[in-house]
Every structure is written in C-alpha cells, then in structure tokens.
C-alpha cells in the first residue's frame, strides 16, 4: 500500500538557516504530493503541492520538486524565521481514491533567535 | 475562504460516555473526513464521506461510527468512549472536481478520556 517516509523530528534551525525536510513514497501509478503545514493550536493547511514528476510547488519561500526517481518531495527554504516553527506533513493522493490522502508522521520545526 | 469548524476544541469524557464530535464545512464540499493524529504516528483515517448519507473505512475505524445526514455536516460518534480514544481529532473536507485532491482542516477538537 501506499506509504510516506519523513525525517525524524524536532529540526531546530536558527533564524536564516537552510532549511531541509525530508519525504519519500512509495506507491502504485502517478500520486500527487503535498506539504501541509501545522502552526500550534492549529489544523493543518495546505504550504504546497506538485501533481507530476518534475513539478516544483513553491509558497512563502517553501519549495518541493517532485522526483519520480528518487520517489522523493523534499521540502526546503532558503532562509527560516521564527514564524515557520511548526509541524510540518508530506502526504500524498492517487487518482480515484476519493481524494484520500495518505500523512507522513509529521516534522516539529522549531527556529530560535 | 473555505471555512471547517469543529463544535468543541477541547473535550473532556468518561469511559463510557458516548461522544459526539461535529464538524460544519461551508464550502459545499462532496467530501469530509474524520482523522485522529496522535504523537510520533501522523494523521490516521478513520472515516470518509463522499457524499450525503455514504461513509468508508479508513485505516482506523474500530469503536468510532459516523454520520452524514446533510452535505455540510459530518459527525464522528465514540459509541463507548474508551482511555485510548484519547487524542486530537481533525475533520477536513475536499472537492472531487479540480485535480490534486487538496483538503481543507478545521482547528481541530483535543479528547480526553478518564
């Protein structure tokens, strides 16, 4: 079945550091891939998405290049700030499966001063 | 903006007791779903409804029902609440039309069980 692989949280980063999270797959055919994200006290929200290979989904500094090969969606931003402290979820969503998704188990961000 | 609420944002419950968790969506979504996410295992599925009245497994669905009498309405029931339903519960809703399946979260309602 389906499946996503994240790193292991917490990430701490100082203020303008690079910032790198981890995400592979495994599934069947063509799935989209999404990185949601959890600020505390919150729902999750929708950070980026890419729907085929090579597609690169960017928001708020965040990107994610869809690699097919590598079955990988690695989330990455230049420069954090203390507001990006959150959790931080790959997931991913195959044709005709009612728009389920399926989470990784999540990444805790944290950015200190 | 889509909006999903949740009736509580905390809730605290005796063994026993059974719970009713609401979620409204305003957006007219054909699709909502019930998570439970707990600590170090993600977001776990426990129902979906694609349309009024229908509701799926997910991968959860054991001592949790649902119910779906109106398109915007999606209501998670613990028949026997149990110590190990204790956890954070997420609705979401989604579209079916208009590719890549994005879903939509409410704020979420904390569940203790004693």
Known sequence: GDSVTQMEGPVTLSEE???????????TGYPSLFWYVQYPGEG??????????DDKGSNKGFEATYRKETTSFHLEKGSVQVSD????????GRTGTASKLTFGTGTRLQVTL | D????????????????KVFLECVQDMDHENMF???????????????????KM????????????SREKKERFSLILE?????????????????????WEQYFGP???????
């Open chain 1, 85 to 92: 402290s959150a959790v931080y979820f790959c997931a991913l």
């Open chain 1, 17 to 27: 550091a690079f910032l790198t999270i981890n995400c592979t797959y495994t599934a």
């Open chain 2, 80 to 100: 026997s609440a149990s110590t190990n339903q204790t956890s954070m519960y997420l609705c979401a809703s989604s579209e079916t039309s208009g590719g890549a």
């Open chain 2, 55 to 66: 509701k799926e497994k997910g991968d959860i669905p054991e001592g949790y029902s649902v």
């Open chain 2, 34 to 52: 019930w998570y439970r996410q707990d600590p170090g295992l993600g977001l776990r599925l426990i129902y979906f409804s694609y349309d009024v």
């Open chain 1, 44 to 53: 999750l929200q929708l950070l980026l998405k890419a729907t085929k290979a």
């Open chain 2, 2 to 17: 889509v909006k999903v609420t949740q009736s509580s944002r905390y809730l605290v419950k005796r063994t026993g007791e």
């Open chain 2, 108 to 114: 979420g309602t904390r569940l203790t069980v004693t």
